[in-house]
């Protein structure tokens, strides 16, 4: 029974992190502090109910200051050496994230 509801739980916490990384994509260009506050409290809702962050959650924010990365405007993306290299204006910090090319035979 408790890990059912502890499943459940889950389950509304990442529907609750997904609405409001959405919301901080919204409100962005309005109001960029809203949008940084949007992470913060998904990130702290998946830290409480213990949730890993999808990939594509994780690289929607900075890793150093927690603001919410829109590129072009506040970060820069650029790929070296099978890396992909995002860099924050706000903090002046580098996330490298390795990939892999994919095959073609």
């Known amino acids: 029974m408790q890990k059912n509801n502890k499943i459940q739980q889950q389950k ?20 960029p502090k809203l949008a940084n506050r949007y992470v913060k409290l998904a990130r702290k809702l998946a830290m409480k109910i213990n949730i890993r962050l999808d990939k594509n959650l994780k690289r929607k924010f ?12 506040n970060c820069r993306i650029r790929t070296r050496e099978n890396k992909l290299i995002y860099y924050c204006f706000n903090c002046k910090n580098y996330t490298r994230i390795p990939f892999r090319k994919v095959k073609t035979s």
């Open 12 to 31: 509304i916490a990442l529907e609750r992190i997904k609405i409001l990384f959405k919301e901080a994509d919204q409100v962005f260009k309005e109001d």
């Open 62 to 73: 900075c890793k150093y200051c927690y603001s919410f990365l829109k590129p072009g405007i």
